[in-house]
């Protein structure tokens, strides 16, 4: 298949094997980065340096080192990022995803994306392996805070608490991963029937390291994503098209007597579809 170009619907190609082995899955993980996130119109991480940002490098700002030297620098930048996503909505291929929580019998949806779309979107099952970027919390003891003052001097607020600086709750470079997240993908992954990466250059661990798993432990792989990437080599299946259209082409591939499937939201199903 030649890669779609970007805004233009085309139709995308199902092979009938993938759409059974969807259909028929009994345990289904997702596994979604950057680009799940890109029709939506959110800036990559990298993109996201524009403006008053351009003359900084995004590895200088999203470690703890950066937080430690410049920490109102830091605090600035997601405040920005934290706006920008207020204002955007989940696209078509998050509300696929949410379309096959509901007729998956176990479904699991590991995101690196802090943008919360998923979320919002509707899926229940989710683990976000790097954090979300609306929430905050204190820097010494990690307590979530809902509401602060911003300082009138030149440092990021601080924690209502015990008074530490409050930072976004993003796993920064350097930091580790949320452990109980990690280890339910990685449970999940090494359990599944299939799984379906999506939007992600799946370059990243441990994040990256989820695909590895579900493939040794026999799943049937499907990448999404308009690219070639690392993973390609060992998917069994690529869509090489933008997940706006490819995801929900899947899930109405695999249901295809569902007239809400990939399309708009269907009923819920009786046990609520949530985490399994
Ligand atoms: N649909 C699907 N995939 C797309 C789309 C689209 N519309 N547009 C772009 N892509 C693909 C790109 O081809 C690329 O492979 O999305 C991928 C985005 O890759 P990255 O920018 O590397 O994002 P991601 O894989 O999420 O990065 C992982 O690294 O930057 C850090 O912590 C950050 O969580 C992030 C992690």
């Known amino acids: 298949m030649s890669p779609s170009s970007p805004g233009v619907a085309q139709p995308i190609a199902i092979a009938a094997s993938l759409a059974e082995a969807l259909a028929s899955a009994q345990r289904v993980v997702a596994m979604t980065g950057a680009g799940v996130s890109a029709e939506s119109g959110i800036p990559t991480f990298r993109d996201a340096l524009t403006g008053l940002w351009a003359r900084y490098d995004p590895l200088a700002l999203a470690t703890p080192s950066a937080f430690a030297r410049q920490p109102k620098v830091v605090w600035d930048w997601y405040a920005m990022r934290r706006d920008a996503i207020r ?59 809902e509401r602060w003052d911003e300082p009138l001097d030149d440092l990021p607020p601080r924690c209502p608490h015990c008074g530490a600086f409050l930072r976004p709750d993003v796993v920064w470079f350097d930091e ?47 990448e999404v994503n308009p690219r ?33 499937a990939g399309g708009s939201a269907p009923p819920a199903r009786a046990d609520g579809g949530g985490a399994k």
């Open 176 to 222: 580790p991963l949320p452990a109980r997240a990690l280890a339910l993908a990685e449970d999940e992954a090494s359990r599944c029937d299939l799984m379906i990466v999506a939007g992600t250059s799946a370059e990243v661990h441990p994040a990256a390291s989820l695909p590895l798993i579900a493939k040794a432990a026999g799943a049937r792989l499907v």
């Open 228 to 260: 070639e990437t690392a993973l390609t080599p060992l998917a069994d299946d690529v869509l090489r098209a933008a997940s706006g259209l490819a995801l929900p082409a899947l899930v109405r591939a695999a249901w295809p007597h569902d007239l809400h």
């Open 87 to 145: 204002d955007v909505q989940p696209n078509d291929g998050h509300r696929a995803l949410v379309d096959l929580e509901r007729r998956a019998p176990a479904f699991l949806l590991a995101t690196q994306n802090v943008d919360g779309l998923h979320g919002r979107a509707g899926t229940r099952a989710l683990v976000e392996l790097h954090g979300n970027l609306a929430r905050v919390r204190c820097s010494r003891e990690n307590r979530v805070v």
